[in-house]
C-alpha cells in the first residue's frame, strides 16, 4: 500500500462583502462535483476564527473523522473523505486511497452562519494535499477547496481575497487570489451574535432553491460583477464610506433573493434586523459600520479600527444580542508536514 505523509494546515475564516450565492447550471459532460459558483464573490479573512485540521494515515484499515474531540460518522465525514477523494484523484495515483485520520478543530461556532466550511474544508484541501503529496500551485488548490465549498476558495489568503466567477466548464478559472495582505487596511469585524444553534437549511440548498424559484435570482447574478468591481476599487482606496453601501447592497440583494423563494428561506431574526437599524443609528451619530450577514442570523459590522470599541459597546446594549466579538483582518492560511 501506498504510505502517506501527517500534515497539518490552518486556514481562517472568511466573511464575504460581496456575496456568493448561487451556482452555475451543470454543463453537459461536466461532473456537477465542481461546484462552480454563478456569480464571483470578495471577502475579508478574519483573525482568530480558524480551523485546524490534521491528515494523517489511519490507525485502522478505515478513514476516521474526529472534530473538536469527537468521532463523526456522518454526512460531514461523508463530505470529508470525498473531498480527500478528490485530492487523491488529482494526484494521478492509481488505486484507492490509503485510509485517512482526519482530526479537525474549529475555533468558531459550527455551521451557524459564520462559515465554518470555509476554513474547514480550506484546511483539509492544504492538509490533505500535503498528506496525499500532490504538488499543486496555491491557485490550483484554491480551485479544489471550492470544490468542498465555494467560500472555502477564498480562505486560503489573509487580508482581502476574490474569488473569480470563471467561465471554463473544468473551473480550472474559477479560483480566488489575493488582493491586499490583512496589513493594507486597519479594519474590524464585529461580529454581532444574535442566536445559538445550527442554521435551519444550508447554504447549497438555500441556493438551489433560489436559482430554481427566486425571480429575483437574474438580477441577483447580473449586478454581481458590477459590485465586485466597486468594491475592490473601494479597498484599493481604503475608502470606508464608498465600500460600504456597495457591501451592505450585495446582503440586501442575497437575502431579497432568498426571501422571494417558494417555501421562503429567511434567515434572520427579529434582533437580527434591530441590530441592523441599530447600526444605521449609529451610522447618523457618527459611528461608522456598515451591516452584513450570511446564512444565519448574525450581523456582521465593518468598521475602522478606531471606531471598533464604541461600536462594538452600543451593539451590545441592544436588546436580544448575546455578545459582540471584534475580528481583525486574519492571515494566509499555513501547512506544516511532519512526517
Ligand atoms: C452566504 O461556501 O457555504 O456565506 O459552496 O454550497 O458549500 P457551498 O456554499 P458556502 O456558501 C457561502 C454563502 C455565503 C456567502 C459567501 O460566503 O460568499
Known sequence: MIG???????AHSNIALIK??????????????????AVGSLSLTLDSLRSETEVGP???ERDAFVLNGEHRGDTMAAKVFRHLDRIWAETGNSGPRPPCQVISHNHLPTSAGLASSASGFAALTLAGAAALELDASPA???????????????????GFVRLERGHLADGSDCQARPLFPAS??????????????????????????????????????DTSEGDLAAAEAAIAARDLAALGPVMEQSCFK?????????????????VTLEVMRAVWEAREAGLEGYATSDAGPHVKVLCLAATAEALAERLAAQPGVLAVESVGPGPNAQVEVFG
Open 184 to 221: 493594507h487596511w486597519d479594519v474590524r469585524l464585529l461580529i454581532v451574535h444574535t442566536a445559538r444553534g445550527p442554521k435551519a437549511i444550508g447554504s447549497t440548498e438555500g441556493m438551489e432553491r433560489c436559482r430554481r424559484t427566486s425571480p429575483y435570482y437574474s438580477s441577483w447574478v
Open 20 to 37: 456568493y450565492w448561487g451556482k452555475r447550471e451543470g454543463t453537459p459532460g461536466v461532473p456537477d462535483d465542481l461546484n462552480l459558483p
Open 254 to 270: 442575497m437575502h431579497a433573493c432568498m426571501m422571494a423563494t417558494y417555501p421562503p428561506i429567511i434567515y434572520w431574526n427579529g
Open 4 to 10: 502517506i505523509k501527517t500534515a497539518r494546515a490552518i
Open 140 to 158: 490550483a488548490l484554491s480551485a479544489l477547496a471550492r470544490r468542498g465549498s465555494g467560500s472555502a476558495a477564498r480562505s486560503l489568503w489573509g
Open 58 to 60: 489511519s490507525p485502522s
